[in-house]
């Protein structure tokens, strides 16, 4: 089918090729920023790729200018209060789109010299389990603020992005024991995540910030582990 190559090449050009200055610029100054056309073309250019049909240019195309119609319309009608309402939006427009587009098209793909229909579904989890990720929990949780202390040990000897990464690679890991059918190892990342993580924030004496990030980490073992069964139906 045509619709987890499509996914793959949305979570790709709307997450991973889209870098944050472009998105930036795009809310700045909306229809007039050239990266919204350069994004609408990467995700046109992406669609036909993954379709690897020049027959299906047209499925190509008609992604390319669905996806410059919401993304115009979430530029001009979402604010500082409803950015996050329009993600979700934006999202389930696009991913509606798609799923028409799949069910007009519903001969299964074909790409058996380079990816079999398997395949292509592992990648796509694995890059939804990235960025993809990381940016739906952040913007979930974007309705709570932690207090921090200015001066807290966690604010000191915190690296840069550290929590995005450590994340992304806790997903990561999740999924594979999943796979593996290892479901101890899930336990065992969220014993020692717990260790780690929680005994530090228990001496910043924090307790707003600790439940902030146990609903991240919630979040981000759920959504790992419910990719995982879903790959595995």
């Not at 609408?40 to 200018?65: Q, S």
Request: aromatic share 14%.
């Amino acid at each position: 089918m045509i619709f987890i190559p499509l996914i793959l090449a949305h979570l790709l050009g709307d997450f991973i090729l889209q870098p944050n200055s472009w998105v930036a610029d795009k809310e700045k100054k909306k229809g007039g920023s050239i990266y919204l056309y350069i994004h609408i073309l990467l995700h046109t250019i992406l669609a036909f790729v993954f379709l690897w049909d020049r027959n299906l240019w047209w499925i190509a195309l008609i992604i390319g200018v669905t996806h410059f119609l919401i993304d115009w319309a979430k530029l001009q009608f979402q604010t500082a209060k409803t950015k996050r309402t329009w993600f979700f939006i934006d999202q389930i427009a696009h991913l509606l789109v798609i799923g028409v587009m799949s069910i007009i098209y519903f001969p299964f793909f074909r790409w058996e010299d380079l990816f079999n229909h398997r395949t292509l579904q592992l990648i796509t989890a694995l890059v939804f389990l990235t960025v993809p990720s990381s940016i739906l929990i952040k913007t979930v949780i974007s309705i709570w603020t932690p207090v921090t202390v200015e001066h807290s040990k966690i604010q000191t000897e915190s690296l840069v992005n550290a929590g995005k990464y450590i994340g992304i690679l806790e997903r990561l890991l999740v999924f594979i024991f999943i796979l593996v059918n290892h479901w101890e190892g899930v336990g065992f990342m969220i014993a020692a995540k717990s260790v780690f993580r929680f005994s530090d924030l228990a001496e910043a004496k924090q307790r707003k910030l600790t439940e902030y990030v146990l609903i991240g980490t919630l979040l981000s073992f759920g959504i790992a582990v419910l990719t995982g069964i879903l790959v595995k139906i």
